[in-house]
């Protein structure tokens, strides 16, 4: 483990009481005792905790998409190609890379304020031996949001957060991978443990807002992160990744594998979707151009059903996107552009995706292309795939999958012919036996990331991985050289709240497990390895 002196500090773990006691107003009425807790949230004892823990969970979810807009749509959703904002903000800002450090910083914090402190205090409150069932979901909770930031970052302070008030140890992203996987190693273990003891029950409950205290889906769901984990590190360690993920693949429970198994987090609280909010209430978002042109190009079934047709009279009635990084005068000039499917799937109380099956389907796929025992074979899980995302989106498949003549569409712009392209990608739809490994790796990819949508975190760390699907350049890249066009942004520099302290002498040490040393977009994370995929 190569850790560093951090300056990042979780806050006091008994702080975490705030969120396990102050998100629980919904609940007063069913304790007699509530709002004495609600008062005085640090007069909570281990066992008063342990006992409002259920309901604990929904907000601590919720806190994996913390602040959207500037932690993930801003950036990711950008990145991966999917969205664009019609949005000037400023002259200079994330989508032309020069990156907004005010808004960065909510996908740095939030997740140790949010979701690491309590986790920790329902750690201290004794969860791990009294309801292990329950530490095993926190544990996969934490991951899943950990993950994120991580992949956004770099080396994070992860297996000794919150162990001091003074200073906390930066871990490179091998050390945080693998405690991921110890993680999940023991979260599979206490969930396996209390379903075979306790067939058909749930101590946690409808206050889980993702599967409803529903243990068995949580148990495929770790395996199925186990899996997405694994492939991350298969380029820069094929071991480790070979071992995690032919784990994954031979636990009997499974992965997600049917629509009815996705992981989503549902609204409650008043808590609106925050791709409705972004996208249809402050009209910052729309349909990015790369998915725009793959979408059309592919005469793919899905695209009404993630996206609302232009209404500009220059491209009414087409999936015409915007591409990142190009000059916007004004928010009127791209607002008409296609925008998300507000009206029926992304609406104001829809749930939002963590991890589909489809996605499973195709993680298997890869799998299989690279030898992984358990896999399956690969044409089968490549099809299951793109099947079990028209079955998730209510489309019908039709000739689909015997496509092998469409290709991503050229983009065309209208308004300002410097942001045209043409088709970056020949990959064709249907699957071809015969065709090498790094073009069936783009296939899959390329088909992984239509059915994943909208869920740009996910896509962007394949994109960076493999490099798929070819997606078009930043059209003004403000970073100053210290980011390649061509071989796009990498990752997102600290916040500066990092450097504030003690000279920022723990987050320079940090830097150093950077490929290439220096904080900013360019340089590469340690999974994120430059070079051919095979």
Not at 92 to 110: H, I, Q, R, T
Not at 358 to 366: G, I
Not at 389 to 413: E, F, H, P, R
Request: glycine content about 8%.
């Amino acid at each position: 483990m190569n850790t560093h002196t951090s300056i990042y500090k979780m806050k006091r773990p008994g702080k975490a009481l705030v969120l396990l006691s102050g998100l629980l107003l919904t609940f007063a009425s069913c304790t007699k005792d509530f709002e004495k807790y609600n008062t005085n949230p640090y007069a909570l004892s281990d066992e008063q905790t342990l006992s409002i823990l259920p309901s604990a969970f929904g907000p601590i979810e919720q806190a994996i998409y913390s602040n959207y807009q500037t932690a993930q749509n801003l950036s990711a959703d950008a990145y991966s190609g999917y969205m664009m904002s019609p949005t000037p903000f400023a002259a200079d800002y994330n989508l032309n890379y020069a990156m907004s450090d005010n808004w960065n910083v909510n996908g740095f914090k939030d997740p140790f304020t949010l979701v690491m402190a309590p986790v920790k205090k329902i750690a201290e409150a004794g969860a791990r031996e009294k309801l292990p069932e329950l530490w095993g979901v926190a544990l996969l909770i934490q991951v899943e949001a950990m993950d994120r930031v991580t992949d956004r970052f770099g080396p994070i302070p992860y297996t000794l957060a919150g162990t001091s008030l003074k200073s906390v140890a930066y871990d490179d992203q091998k050390t945080v991978y693998e405690a991921f996987f110890k993680q999940i190693d023991t979260a599979v273990a206490n969930l396996t443990a209390y379903v075979a003891a306790n067939p058909g029950k749930s101590s946690l409950g409808d206050g889980d807002v993702i599967y409803g205290g529903d243990f068995t889906k949580w148990i495929k769901f770790a395996n199925s992160l186990r899996l997405r984990l694994a492939m991350r590190v298969s380029k820069v360690d094929p071991q480790m990744a070979k071992e995690q993920g032919e784990k994954a693949l031979a636990q009997s429970a499974g992965l997600l594998s049917t629509p009815a198994d996705d992981a989503a987090i549902h609204q409650s609280g008043g808590r609106n979707n925050d791709l409705w909010q972004i996208t249809e209430s402050w009209g910052d978002n729309r349909l990015g151009a790369a998915m725009g042109t793959y979408l059309t190009g592919y005469k793919d079934p899905r695209a009404a059903a993630y996206a609302l047709p232009a209404t500009d009279p220059k491209v009414a009635g087409t999936y015409t996107g915007i591409r990142v990084g190009i000059a916007i005068s004004g928010k009127a000039v791209y607002e008409d552009y296609a925008s998300l499917n507000t009206k029926v799937n992304f609406t104001q109380t829809a749930p939002q995706l963590i991890m589909t099956a489809a996605e499973c389907w195709f993680l298997k796929a890869e799998a299989a292309l690279r030898g992984w025992a358990g896999a399956g074979d690969i044409k089968e899980d490549y099809e299951t795939g793109v099947k079990t995302s028209m079955d998730q989106w209510g489309v019908t498949i039709g000739s689909y999958l015997s496509d092998n003549k469409s290709t991503q569409a050229a983009y065309t712009d209208p308004k300002n012919a410097e942001n045209n392209s043409p088709a970056l990608s020949t990959i064709t739809i249907k699957w071809d036996d015969a065709a090498s490994k790094e073009v069936q790796l783009e296939r899959i990819i390329t088909q992984k990331w239509l059915a994943m949508f909208p869920e740009g975190q996910e896509a962007w760390a394949d994109y960076r991985r493999t490099g798929y699907p070819k997606l078009f350049p930043v059209v003004h890249n403000n970073s100053g050289g210290k980011i390649s066009t061509e071989e796009q942004i990498r990752r997102i520099p600290y916040p500066s709240i990092e450097y504030a302290t003690d000279d920022g002498t723990a987050v320079k040490d940090a830097v150093q497990n950077l490929l290439g040393g220096e904080d900013n977009g360019g340089t590469r994370l340690w999974w994120d390895v430059k070079g051919p995929n095979f």
